[in-house]
């Protein structure tokens, strides 16, 4: 074998590469001892072992979803290559989480630590430890009703009460205690079998049932509130795993804050030139606030004198592409402060180090539902007490803190203890279309922790019989319920793509559902408001938004196709798309989003044998299609130039945002629903009054 060269180029990069390998596996191994759960690890397995159903509550931080996983992998239980599936209400937590741990383990991503998320699937046939959303274990369920694959499933974050935990909770329910019946039954089948063997001594026959191993649960939460838990899986066992917390100072302000964004923006700034080092973390509603607050930042940072501008900002939301979401994790480059701005997302699903101080302007973004009109809506509510303890909680993770808290004390006296679980303001139809699909008919007497109104219930069941979706008895229609349950949509998105299969649109249908399904394509930054309408003119369609919509999508994908004639490579093209979007105004991490979006559905459709075909210049074709997809959404002009939403007979006003806005249209379908002071409608085409009932002959009777 010859002999390695001691020194020279390339012995000594690699020589630095591994020292600097081995100081990381070693910050790790240190990390992960000294987290609160290590020192539980035995007591946990145990609990584990001895319990079917566990809840482990306890501090953000400590080390619950990271570790806990591993540890039960160490302990054994992935033996006959199952599965450790770990459920997350939001997508960035599943794959942050998972690439840790994938780095914790020392193994690439996809193999033994992998996660799947709705639109993007990092698993392989070795991965054991699956971080993964909760919508898509209930998914999974539809194929596999005992989900067989899995010998624990845990179920995180469940204090957020999202809809889908809600759901899934029911059902790993029934999957557990029908999985405990089957290996009842198997193991009386061995004995009877094993007496036989021994009495008439034949040999015995493999046993046809599948052996599945009783479902192991773990349900973790971050508040205190595990008694409901409990109560719900029959007095299951609760463990508490002790946090660190050092102590938080509560600062308010003396009088409500008219704006809350520009008191964010002096407030980040107070603490930057006043407070000592340490990173902020900033609370806000929406990828719109944090985008325009994160511009903000950057224009002051020029007025600043050179020795007082270095602060660096990260934007996190639910919605960031994957990869920029794991800036939040990376530190500040040295001497800069660095100020993440955060949506909701990082008040437990996860945790950033570094934090010293928080801003809370004590709002959050939430669904709403309203069962008479059957109207869901996103309105920004104030947060509840919980949340606002769980906000100031993330400043003293490393030492002690502080939290402003821009509201007066006064408010926060009166918000509501803990927020009202989501399945109780939502609109139910997707839900129910899931449930229908794992056949469970009985959606009223469905074991749901918190039931929803019996009103909410029957108006979704109603909605899903006007979609087609179910036939007169209620039951799922085949094939066009069975189809609508399969795509990863709410139903009426996902019967927009059927019925556009038929009118031959679906090519512009993808577009727009794909458009829709993220946040703002368009910005309009506040000082350069003209220059951002001008540039909106190229794409709009005086038709209405959705056409509008596909024209930005198809001038994209042709910036993206000069880019691959001209042999560019895959980096410079999306340089160059980035580019594009910002001469635009074009938000270029939303229009990515699409992007993924759409090849997904696309693998969806065709998977369906659905045709992809375009109308061309017919958009009236279009339109008429949309018409018939969303017909539940249509409103009508009245006389005094306001709106009536058909379905709900409320007053609507078109949005600003709109390309219909200021315009004299007679009718429009839409397909949203924004309420500040007013209710808007967002999201719109102008159609014939007259295509209503001619399309929807179900729900408008003419005359
Ligand atoms: O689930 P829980 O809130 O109890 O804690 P965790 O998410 O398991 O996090 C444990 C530790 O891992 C935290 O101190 C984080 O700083 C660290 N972590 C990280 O460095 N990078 C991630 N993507 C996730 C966690
Ligand atoms: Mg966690």
Redesign the pocket.
């Known amino acids: 074998m010859p002999a390695m060269p001691i020194s020279g180029g390339k012995a000594g990069q690699s020589d630095h590469r591994t020292n600097h390998f081995i100081a990381r596996r070693q910050l790790i191994l240190q990390?992960?001892k000294s987290?609160?759960?290590a020192s539980v690890e035995k007591r946990l397995v145990e609990e584990v072992k001895k319990n079917d159903t566990l809840i482990v509550v306890?501090?953000?931080?400590?080390?619950?979803?990271?570790?806990?996983p591993q540890y039960l992998h160490y302990a054994g239980f992935c033996q006959d290559n199952k599965i450790i599936g770990i459920t997350q209400p939001r997508r960035v937590?599943a794959v942050?989480?998972a690439?840790?741990?994938a780095e914790e383990c020392n193994v690439e991503l996809g193999q033994k630590v992998g996660y799947s998320i709705r639109f993007d699937d990092m698993t392989t046939a070795a991965t054991r430890i699956k971080y993964m959303t909760d919508g898509l274990l209930v998914r999974e369920a539809l194929l596999d009703p005992h989900l067989s694959k899995y010998s624990i499933i845990i179920v995180?974050?469940a204090h957020e009460r999202t809809v889908h935990t809600d759901v899934l909770l029911g059902l790993l329910k029934n999957v557990q205690c029908a999985r405990s019946k089957t290996s009842e039954i198997n193991r009386q089948t061995d004995q009877k079998n094993f007496r036989q063997d021994q009495s008439e001594g034949f040999v015995l026959k493999p046993c046809q049932t599948s052996k599945l191993a009783p479902l192991k649960l773990i349900i973790?939460s971050?508040s205190l509130d595990a008694r409901c838990f409990s109560e719900y899986f029959g007095g299951a066992k609760a463990v508490h795993?002790q946090?660190r917390q050092y102590p938080v100072d509560i600062l308010y302000t003396y009088q409500p804050e008219p704006d809350y964004l520009d008191a964010t923006l002096i407030t980040i700034f107070q603490i930057h030139l006043e407070e000592g080092p340490g990173d902020i973390l900033s609370f806000l509603t929406g990828q719109e606030e944090i985008e325009s607050v994160e511009r903000l930042v950057q224009e002051r940072i020029q007025q600043l004198p050179q020795e007082n501008n270095k602060i660096t900002t990260i934007p996190i939301y639910s919605s960031l592409p994957s990869d920029q979401q794991?800036n939040a994790?990376k530190p500040a480059p040295s001497g800069f402060r660095k100020v993440i701005l955060a949506t909701n997302i990082a008040e437990?699903s996860?945790?950033?180090?570094g934090i010293k101080y928080v801003i809370d302007p004590g709002l959050v973004k939430a669904r709403s539902y309203n069962p008479v009109t059957g109207m869901e809506s996103l309105i920004i509510i104030p947060t509840s007490k919980a949340q606002a303890l769980q906000r100031s909680g993330r400043a003293g993770?490393e030492g002690p803190g502080k939290c402003f808290r821009l509201y007066p004390e006064s408010e926060f006296v009166k918000m509501v203890d803990s927020t009202v679980p989501e399945i109780k303001r939502c609109n139910l139809s997707n839900v129910v279309l899931q449930l229908k699909a794992l056949g469970i008919d009985d959606i009223i007497g469905f074991d749901f922790m918190e039931k929803p109104s019996r009103m909410a219930i029957v108006k979704s069941l109603e909605q899903l019989l006007l979609l087609g979706a179910l036939t007169d008895d209620y039951k799922l229609s085949n094939p066009v319920g069975v189809q609508m349950a399969r795509l990863p949509l709410d139903p009426m998105y996902s019967k927009a793509l059927i019925v556009a299969n038929e009118f031959k649109c679906l090519e512009e249908m993808l577009i727009v559902v794909s458009m829709l399904s993220v946040e703002s394509i368009f910005y309009f930054p506040r000082e350069k408001l003209e220059e951002a309408r001008a540039a909106r003119k190229n794409f709009s369609s005086s038709e209405g938004d959705h056409i509008t919509l596909v024209n930005v999508y198809r001038a994209a994908a042709d910036c993206l196709e000069k880019g691959k004639n001209s042999n560019m490579k895959e980096k410079t093209m999306e340089k160059t798309l980035n580019k594009w979007c910002r001469e635009n105004f074009i938000n270029y991490r939303s229009l990515r989003h699409a992007r993924d979006i759409h090849s997904q559905i696309q693998g969806h459709v065709q998977q369906m044998g659905l045709n992809i075909l375009s109308c061309g210049e017919d958009m009236l074709q279009f339109r008429r299609c949309l018409t018939a997809s969303f017909f539940l959404n249509a409103a009508i002009r009245q006389p005094d130039g306001s709106y009536r939403a058909m379905a709900s007979g409320q007053n609507v006003q078109i949005h600003p945002s709109s390309v219909l806005f200021r315009t004299k249209t007679d009718c429009v379908i839409f397909n949203e629903l924004v309420r500040t002071n007013q209710t808007y409608v967002r999201n719109l085409t102008r159609v014939d009054p007259l295509w209503l009932p001619e399309l929807a002959p179900q729900y408008y009777t003419e005359g």
């Open positions: 990390q992960r987290l609160p759960i306890g501090e953000t931080g400590s080390g619950k979803t990271t570790q806990l937590a942050t989480v690439k840790r741990v995180d974050e973790m971050a795993v946090g794991m994790f437990t996860v945790t950033i180090p993770r």
